[in-house]
């Protein structure tokens, strides 16, 4: 097995798992998610029931060979999206205030490295033409 080949496969892994268990968290706990939402974005209940699902159709489709391009796209785009969500904690960490701003930070750089591997994931799974 190349290095690329398993570098897929990892990060292929990794998107599952983080995907699929954190689409079905968002039914087992939504208060957890509904807690983070920024008070500007309608909803709450509903964007973190939608989010949850499309979470669980980005891992389903990252299962499936012909189908995890499309996977991956879903992954990145999740990310970016979630960034609102992010950012907002980080500019008004006095709304969180349980939540170290430290760790605020830190998960936007996390979210930055995911983002970067998902784009090379997506990369990776392109279909060739």
Do not use: C
């Not at 892994?13 to 807690?35: K, S």
């Not at 969500?85 to 969180?96: D, G, I, K």
């Not at 998902?118 to 990776?124: C, N």
């Amino acid at each position: 097995m190349t290095g690329a080949r398993l570098g897929r496969g990892v990060a292929l892994g990794f998107f599952v798992v983080v995907f699929g268990v954190g689409g079905l968290n968002h039914f087992r706990d939504p208060a957890f998610y509904v807690a983070m939402m920024p008070p500007f974005l309608p909803l709450h209940d509903a964007l973190v029931a939608l989010s949850g699902v499309t979470e669980l159709v980005t891992a389903a489709l990252l299962l499936v060979p012909f189908a995890r391009f499309f996977g991956a796209v879903l992954v990145v785009l999740h990310l970016v999206v979630f960034l609102v969500v992010h950012v907002f904690m980080v500019v008004r960490p006095e709304l969180w205030p349980a939540v170290p701003v430290a760790a605020l930070w830190a998960r936007l750089v996390v979210q930055g490295l995911a983002i970067a591997l998902a784009v090379w994931l997506s990369r990776a799974l392109r279909p060739q033409t």
